[in-house]
């Protein structure tokens, strides 16, 4: 081999060398925290950049908790992928600070949730669901966290004016929700059609092709408050309370979870997330009894 191919082949193979370094370099660079991850942050969300990233970053995370939910389902849980809010994020996302977990919520069918937290596809479902004795035969609740009612949302100027008004009319309600039994009881509806969300439900009243839903009152009063042309007729009490569904033999997460919630109660910040989203103090006296009722189960 001549001096000068010497040569060439030479600074050929230092370039190949340090083009090697340098891209394992760059590797290393985005697995860690740093200006980079900073700047990259700060342009999905100023606010997520400038709070949760340096408080994420001293306490290192944690383990992650997959947490599955209908969604659309507002004031309880909305948004995009990756940036989900409302008010089931939020108290899961407290409930995790107090128990070492960083819930990592995940869109499911609210018809399919039950049986897919049951089969393992995720480890709760926090999702504004109900406690009733058919769901607790396929999975296990937490202790309540929400106290619930039922609402009848109807067109502005309706003759609708109850749960009495709705026999004979054609009703919408989210499929597998309570909503749909109280239709399927007590509605004498001339057709009652389940809808696979409730914001696809409104929207058919909103339409024209139903006459009335029935659905959970703070996702009614939200609906109302955002859409023109339609309003609550009646609000029905229930003794229904929300819950968090495990699967069956998941003792100890639900121990956890129960630990975490009723740390949230006692030092304010189930209050702050309740007073966040529905605007007024939260019915403290009436939770803590059901929550009592269910611990003495």
């Given amino acids: 081999m001549s001096k000068t191919r010497l040569t060439a082949f030479l600074a050929v193979f230092l370039v190949a060398i340090a083009s ?12 860690t925290t740093g200006s980079e991850t900073t700047a990259e942050t700060s342009e999905g969300g100023g606010e997520e950049a400038a709070g949760g990233g340096g408080e994420e970053a001293a306490s290192g995370g944690g383990e992650k908790l997959t947490v599955g939910s209908d969604i659309p389902y507002p004031p309880f849980e909305f948004g995009k992928p990756g940036s989900y809010t409302g008010f089931d994020v939020d108290l899961m996302d407290a409930i995790g600070e107090e128990i070492g977990r960083e819930p990592e919520f995940i869109k499911s069918s609210f018809e399919t949730i039950f049986r897919d937290v049951a089969q393992g596809k995720f480890e709760a479902v926090m999702s504004a669901a109900t406690i009733t004795e058919e769901r607790e035969k396929v999975v296990s609740f937490s202790l309540p966290y929400y106290l619930s009612e039922q609402a009848i949302v109807v067109a502005e100027g309706s003759s609708i004016k109850g749960l009495a008004d709705l026999k004979g009319k054609i009703v919408a309600a989210q499929q597998g929700t309570t909503g749909l039994e109280l239709g399927k009881e007590k509605a004498e509806a001339a057709e009652l059609r389940p809808y696979p969300e409730g914001p696809t439900a409104i929207n058919a009243l909103k339409a024209g092709t139903v006459e009335a839903v029935i659905i959970d009152d703070p996702v009614a009063v939200k609906a109302t408050e955002e859409l023109s ?26 121990e956890q979870i129960n630990e975490g919630l009723k740390k949230t109660i006692e030092n304010g910040k189930y209050a702050k997330v309740y007073e966040k989203w529905f605007h007024e103090a939260p019915p403290l006296p009436g939770l803590e009894k059901a929550i009592k009722e269910a611990e003495s189960k």
């Avoid at 090697?20 to 697995?31: L, N, Q, R």
């Avoid at 229904?240 to 998941?250: C, H, N, P, Q």
Wanted: charged share 20%; aromatic share 8%; glycine share 14%.
């Fill in 20 to 31: 090697f370094v340098v891209a394992g370099c760059g590797s290393s660079s985005s697995t």
């Fill in 229 to 254: 042309g339609i309003e609550i007729a009646e609000k029905v009490e229930t003794d229904e309370t929300y819950g968090i569904a495990f699967a069956k033999g998941s003792t100890e997460l639900l």
